[in-house]
């Protein structure tokens, strides 16, 4: 899986639009309290899996890939846009082998196998 951009117009406390491009390779978000790097994450999560976050109902838009197979989704309130390789699709989209595998803690990231 491959993020390549997420724009977050209004998500929790963040009124002032903002954009993540993503590069190869690992990317860090890093910052003091309250520039929303939580928000961030939990924004990504709902591009992969809808209403993962409970609740939450961000207006978001991003664009990812797995595989040969590229994602968008735009997400405003309970109205959700989802597109796999350019064609609308109303189904889940996202990593068919599940979540659990997308799921990793920075502990996990820095130590690796042992």
């Known amino acids: 899986m491959r993020f390549q951009d997420l724009k977050i117009f209004e998500a ?9 491009e993503f590069g190869p390779g ?10 929303g790097k939580t928000t961030t ?15 939450w109902r961000p207006r978001i838009q991003g664009r990812y890939s797995v595989g040969d197979q590229n994602y968008f989704v735009s997400v405003a309130g309970s109205r959700r846009i989802q597109q ?5 699709y109303d ?12 799921h990793w ?4 990231l820095l130590t690796g196998p042992r």
């Open 12 to 20: 929790l406390s963040i009124r002032v639009p903002f954009e993540v």
């Open 105 to 108: 803690a920075l502990h996990d």
């Open 26 to 35: 690992i990317n860090l978000i890093f910052g003091p309290n309250g520039v």
């Open 84 to 88: 796999v390789d350019g064609n609308d």
């Open 41 to 55: 994450a939990r924004a990504l999560l709902e591009l992969v899996r809808p209403n993962a976050g409970g609740q």
């Open 91 to 102: 189904g889940m989209i996202g990593p068919e082998d599940g979540l659990q595998r997308y």
